[in-house]
C-alpha cells in the first residue's frame, strides 16, 4: 500500500499537517439521544432500568441486580484455572505497574510561620472509585491493571469494577487480572448503564467518586455527560503514536510499531518523521511487505491511509518541534543516541528513549501506565497516575498573632471587591 508522504519543507506543510491530526471527537444524535435516554432512566428507576438494559444489549437476564454481582469466588478460580504462562505475564505486569505506581504517592505536609500560624496540605484517597472494562471479546486485562492498581496504591477505600457479559461470556484474563489487582466488587453490567449506575447509585449498586477505564462511543459520552456528579479519568480519542527516526534503527522494527497503533481501528494514528529520505523509502518497503502478514490487516491499511504519514523533516530538531506540536500520546525517539533528545519534548504522553523501548511495552508491562492523554491533549493534562486518586484538602491554622497581622490586608482587599461580611469577618479577628 502507498502511505501517505510528506515533507515539511514544502509548501503548505502546515495546512498538511494540521489536516492529518484532524479529527472529529463529537457525539452523534444517535448516541446523544440513546444515552439521554439511558442515563435518565438509571438515575430515575435504579436497578430496574440497568436489569432492562442489561437484558436489551447484552442478552443476560438476571433474578436482579444482585445476581449481577459476581462472587469473589469467581475472581480467584479465574485466576487459579489461568495457564501458567498468562498468569506469569499478569503477575509480572502487576508488580511493575505496582512498583511504578508506588513512587507517585503523594504525602500530606504542613509548615508553621514564626507567628505560630501553621499552613499545609492533607492529601486523602478517594472514598470509592469505579472501574469499566470492556467485556466479551473485546477485553483487555491490561486496562484492568493500569486503572486498578494506581487506585489501590493511593488507598481508595473500594473499588467497584464494570464489565459486560454479553451472552453471560466472561473473559478469565480479566477476572484474573481484577484478583491479582485487587478489585472489591464486579457487576456484569456495561455500557451507559453501567456509568449511570456508578455515578448515580442504584439500591445494589454503589454510588462513586470517580469512574475511570475506555470503553466504546456509549460510553465516552456517558462519562462525559456525568462530569460534574462523578470524577471522570478522560474522553479519550483514538490512539497515536509518532516515532521520530535518525535513520539509524531497523525499517522493519519501525513498520511493526507503527502496525502496532494501526491495528487498533481505522482511525488510529501512526506518523513517522525522519531526515532520512532513503529510511523513509526503507520503511514503506517495509510496510508494503510485512501488511499482508498481519491478521489485521485490513484495519492497519484503512488506518495508515486515512490518518497515517510517513514525514520528511530537515533534522531532529525540526522532528522535535513538529512532535511538539502534536503533542502525541505515545512518543518513540528511535534515535541511536536517543537520551539527550528527551530533553527537547515538552508534550507527550509517553516518551519512549531508543530503539529497544518499543511502545507494546508500555502497553502491557513496562510499568508506568498506558492511559495517556490524546488528541492534542498531552499540552495540559498527563498519563493517569495515584495522584488521580487522590486528593488534596489546604489547612490553614492561623495563630492569633497571624490573623490580626492579616485582617487588614484582606479587609482592605474585600473592601475593595464590595464585599462588606468578608471585610467585618477578618477585622473581628484584630
Not at 478460580?77 to 502487576?94: F, I, N, S
Not at 507494546?360 to 488521580?388: E, I, K, Q, W
Request: hydrophobic share 50%; aromatic share 6%; with cysteine.
Amino acid at each position: 500500500m502507498n502511505v501517505r508522504r510528506l515533507n515539511a519543507a514544502a509548501p503548505g506543510f502546515a495546512a498538511a499537517l494540521d489536516a492529518l491530526l484532524a479529527f472529529d471527537n463529537s457525539t452523534d444524535a444517535r448516541v446523544d439521544a440513546a444515552v439521554s435516554e439511558v442515563l435518565a432512566a438509571v438515575r430515575a428507576r435504579g436497578d430496574e432500568a440497568v436489569l432492562e438494559y442489561t437484558r436489551r444489549f447484552d442478552q443476560l437476564d438476571a433474578a436482579d441486580a444482585a445476581a449481577l454481582e459476581l462472587p469473589r469466588a469467581v475472581l480467584d478460580e479465574a485466576l487459579a484455572t489461568l495457564p501458567a504462562a498468562q498468569r506469569d505475564a499478569l503477575e509480572t505486569a502487576a508488580a511493575r505497574v505496582r512498583a511504578y505506581h508506588e513512587k507517585q504517592r503523594l504525602e500530606s505536609w504542613q509548615y508553621a510561620e514564626a507567628d505560630g500560624t501553621r499552613l499545609g496540605q492533607k492529601v486523602t484517597p478517594l472514598d470509592r472509585a469505579g472501574l469499566y472494562v470492556p467485556g466479551g471479546k473485546a477485553s483487555y486485562p491490561s486496562s484492568v491493571l493500569m486503572n486498578a492498581i494506581p487506585a489501590k496504591v493511593a488507598g481508595v477505600g473500594e473499588l467497584i469494577m464494570v464489565t459486560p457479559t454479553p451472552r453471560g461470556e466472561r473473559n478469565p484474563l480479566v477476572l484474573a487480572a481484577a484478583a491479582i489487582a485487587g478489585v472489591d466488587r464486579v457487576f456484569t453490567i456495561g455500557g451507559a448503564q453501567a456509568v449511570a449506575a456508578l455515578a448515580y447509585g442504584t439500591r445494589t449498586i454503589p454510588q462513586v467518586d470517580k469512574i475511570v477505564g475506555p470503553g466504546n462511543a456509549y460510553v465516552a459520552e456517558a462519562k462525559r455527560r456525568v462530569f460534574g456528579t462523578v470524577g471522570i479519568d478522560m474522553v479519550a480519542g483514538p490512539s497515536e503514536v509518532l516515532v521520530i527516526s535518525d535513520g539509524s534503527g531497523n525499517a522493519d522494527w519501525v513498520a511493526m510499531d507503527l502496525f502496532a497503533q494501526a491495528e487498533h481501528d481505522e482511525v488510529a494514528q501512526s506518523i513517522l518523521l525522519c531526515p532520512d529520505a532513503a529510511f523513509l523509502d526503507a520503511v514503506a518497503e517495509a510496510i508494503a511487505r510485512l501488511l499482508p502478514q498481519m491478521p489485521r490487516h485490513e484495519i492497519i491499511a484503512a488506518s495508515l491511509a486515512n490518518r497515517g504519514a510517513l514525514v520528511q523533516v530537515a533534522d531532529l530538531d525540526e522532528a522535535c518541534a513538529i512532535a511538539n506540536r502534536i503533542a502525541p500520546e505515545h512518543l518513540e525517539l528511535a534515535i541511536e543516541e536517543a537520551e539527550p533528545w528527551v530533553e527537547k519534548i515538552r508534550h507527550a504522553g509517553a516518551i519512549f528513549v531508543g530503539h529497544a523501548s518499543v511502545e507494546s511495552l508500555g502497553d502491557y508491562c513496562a510499568g508506568p501506565n498506558h492511559v495517556l492523554p490524546t488528541m492534542r491533549s498531552a499540552r495540559f493534562s498527563s498519563p493517569l497516575g495515584v495522584y488521580d486518586f487522590q486528593k488534596r484538602s489546604s489547612i490553614i491554622h492561623m495563630s492569633r498573632a497571624g490573623a490580626a497581622a492579616l485582617a487588614p490586608v484582606a479587609a482592605t482587599l474585600a473592601y475593595g471587591e464590595g464585599l462588606q461580611a468578608h471585610a467585618r469577618s477578618a477585622e473581628y479577628r484584630q
